[in-house]
């Protein structure tokens, strides 16, 4: 019980001290893109994480709420683009609902057909595999067919609810 009464689960902490505690824990960023036969699809992911290299798999976790979601999973094809430090903007611009997220983006097809973004530090090609509820998010499952990378950038990251770079 706390001050006025009411019994506190101990064992289930509140959203805000997640996001605080979890802040914490730097990440890079990433915008996943797909093209969907008409037009290039995307948005900004900061869950990007290597799985394994036997197969090649890596996931990410895109949000419940996602109206880009279920567009890029139809489109089947993706490129997890990697963003450089002064990408930060993109960034931005690729987490925001429902305007045109590509409007004065520079991009190319990557191998698999889906956007490969301009002034990206790296550039993973994927199809999903397989799909795992996980609360208000979803953990996909990737298998990568095709990656490059730019060597001499720096990553724009995401820590304690800011972007930011990164300094050796």
Not at 140 to 149: F, N, P, S
Request: glycine letters at 12%; hydrophobic letters at 45%.
């Amino acid at each position: 019980m706390n001050a006025d009464n009411v019994v506190v689960d101990a064992g289930i902490p509140a959203p805000a001290d997640l996001r605080r505690v979890l802040g914490h824990f730097a990440t890079g960023v990433a915008v996943i893109a797909a093209h969907d036969g008409t037009r290039p699809l995307g948005f900004t992911c900061q869950s990007v994480v290597s799985v394994s290299l036997d197969p090649p798999y890596v996931s990410f976790c895109p949000a419940k709420s996602s109206t880009s979601w279920p567009l890029l999973r139809a489109a089947g094809a993706l490129c997890i683009n990697i963003l450089a430090q002064e990408q930060s903007a993109l960034c931005r611009q690729f987490a925001v609902s429902g305007a045109d997220k590509f409007a004065g983006v520079e991009w190319d097809r990557a191998g698999n057909g889906a956007p490969a973004l301009a002034g990206a530090l790296a550039q993973i090609e994927v199809t999903v595999e397989l799909e795992h509820d996980a609360g208000d998010h979803t953990v996909v499952l990737a298998r990568i067919g095709d990656l490059r990378a730019t060597e001499g950038g720096e990553p724009l990251l995401f820590y304690k609810g800011g972007f930011g770079g990164f300094t050796a």
